[in-house]
Structures are given as C-alpha cells and as structure tokens.
C-alpha cells in the first residue's frame, strides 16, 4: 500500500486546515571512504550495489544508534504509530506490479533528459539522466507515489523523483518534486525543502534491498518507515515536515526509532533476521505519512514473500524512539 501523497512546505499554508494527510551471517566488506569501497555496483533495475553504501560512514543514514539513549517522550511517540505489528512494503508482486519501491543503476553515460516539476521551487533542476525503461513505483499505471529512483554508479550520485509521469515515451518527464543527492556527501537539503519523500529525505539510502539482505547477509543502514498522523516539525537529518498539527506528543519527521536490544529473533526466518538486526544496529527514520509501520524496500522477484510476513510478529510496541535533537517546527 502506497503511503499518502506529500506536498512541499508552501502549500501546507493553503491545507492548513487538513489533518493528517501528508502534504507533500556473511562476512561485511571492509571499511569506507566517502561512499564505500564495495565492488563496482551493477547496473539495470534493482542491481546489486555489491556492498557500496550510500553516503560516508558517518552519515545519518549509517550511524550506528545501537547505545544512544532512549527519548524521554518515546512511549506516546510510538503510541501514536499506532498499535501493530510491522509491515513490510516490498516483495515480489502486489497487485499486479512489483511490490516496493523500485530502482535502477545507470552508468555515467546515461543521457540526461528535461524534467519539469509541479513545486520547482523546492525541487532540483533537470537534466536527470533517466532512462526510458526507468520503472515507477507501482507500475506504469500506478496511482499512488510513483517515486522514480535513479543511481549514477560512476558519478555516485542519487536522482529521486515523485508523482513521476514519461512524457513521449520518456524523452522528458514531469514530477511533483525532486531532489539529486551526492552520494559521497552529508550535505543535506535546504531547510524547510522537501524531496522525492516528505521528510526532505532521500529515500533509495532507507529501502531494504535484495542485495543487502540475500548477497551480504547484512543492511548497514536505517531503514524508512510510515505512519498516518505525525506533526509539524521535523528532526535531523529531515528538513521539511507535512502536517498541520502541533500536538507534541505526535512524531516529527526524522524521528529514529529502534528495535528494542532485548527482542529476540533467534525464530524468524533469515531474511527476517537480518531486517531486524538492521532496526536494532541503525534504527528506523519516519520519512512520510503513511499506513502506520510500514517498513520501505524495493521489489524483487527472488523475494521470499513469506519470510517477509513473519515481520508483522514484531509489535510496534517492541520500538523505542532514539532521543531527538533539537525539534524544528517553523
């Protein structure tokens, strides 16, 4: 299930009023400089990154929160997640479209193509080097997000897309918003910007990929994840919230939650076990409104649909919020 469409930060004034709805065990290759030194990424829709992390090894995205202190308001910030098991966004087929949020590894040379955007004023100028077989979330007729994610492994850089739509069979293409990220830095959006996801964050760095979890057996990085009604704020690393509520005890966008260092997980099944491993080690960041715990990857025909449901055994109650920096609410 797709998660509620997001505006930018500017037509919150004109939806001040809405509630809720978004507005906008092998072996871990070796140590980093700036985006990794993993193998050369693959290329094609959903390749393997063959162990190369997104962004240097102290960003945000791959910090290790496994000892940071607990929020003092964690309790209700989870209580208003809602009260459920997890559920993972992503596998093999859903609906007739692959399940998850979809990606491709393009080579330096990919040509770049326009792109035009509903909010270009908190988006990213175009040339996005896109390729014309790019998928989109949920499909060609997919009517939800339809986030397009496009890696350039050469020039290591992330081109996002949301509310994406080819135009003449891809020669252009119009968005509601985008956002380019390099991805051997921690520069973040400008304050109060949106991206391709609410949040102001990327999304491609958040999913839980096939070649992570299967081929090295470990995600060494947070994860993303959902909920129906956060606040009007946000936290590091996010940059833009989309919501008009003020209720303190709702969630900021960036908020990081962790899977508790006691739950055992010895009974779920591999895939599982790495996943949960992932939201011990790094945690989890609420980047959109959304179904409440709905856990981000990227679709794959070699998923294990199975394995995936075991996931909705681990309660939301079984998460603690890492303590939050400074809460951003203008």
Not at 230 to 252: G, I, K, Q
Request: hydrophobic share 35%; glycine share 14%; aromatic share 8%.
């Amino acid at each position: 299930m797709p998660a509620i469409r997001h505006l930018p930060l500017l037509a919150l004034l004109v939806l001040a009023a809405c509630d809720g709805g978004s507005p906008t065990g092998g072996g871990e290759p070796g140590g980093e400089t700036g985006g990794g030194d993993g193998d050369q990424p693959g290329l094609g829709i959903g390749a393997s990154l063959n162990g190369r992390r997104p962004f240097p090894a102290d960003n945000p995205w791959n910090q290790d929160v496994s000892r940071e202190p607990v929020d003092p308001n964690s309790a209700a910030l989870i209580a208003a997640c809602g009260t459920r098991g997890l559920h993972a966004d992503f596998g093999t087929v859903y609906d007739g479209a692959p399940n998850g949020i979809p990606y491709v590894v393009v080579a330096g040379g990919q040509g770049r193509v326009p792109v035009t955007f509903d909010y270009d004023d908190e988006s990213d100028p175009g040339p996005y080097p896109i390729p014309a077989s790019a998928p989109v979330e949920g499909g060609p007729s997919g009517t939800g997000d339809r986030h397009v994610l496009v890696i350039d492994r050469d020039n290591w850089k992330l081109y996002e897309l949301w509310d994406a739509h080819p135009v003449n069979g891809g020669a252009s293409w119009r968005a509601g918003s985008g956002a380019v990220f390099d991805l051997g830095s921690n520069a973040l959006r400008p304050a109060g910007w949106t991206s391709a996801d609410a949040a102001g964050l990327p999304v491609f760095p958040g999913l839980v990929r096939y070649d992570e979890v299967v081929e090295q057996k470990a995600i060494r990085h947070a994860l993303r994840f959902t909920c129906p009604v956060t606040r009007r704020a946000y936290v590091h690393p996010a940059r833009h919230f989309a919501s008009s509520r003020t209720d303190a005890n709702l969630p900021p966008m960036g908020m990081r939650v962790r899977l508790r260092a006691d739950f055992d997980v010895s009974g779920f099944p591999p895939s599982a076990r790495v996943i949960l491993q992932a939201m011990k080690t790094y945690g989890m960041l609420l980047a959109d409104n959304g179904s409440g715990w709905y856990v981000s990857g990227a679709p794959d025909s070699r998923w294990s649909d199975d394995e995936l449901a075991s996931l909705s055994r681990v309660r939301s109650t079984d998460f603690e919020v890492v303590r939050m920096g400074t809460i951003v609410t203008q």
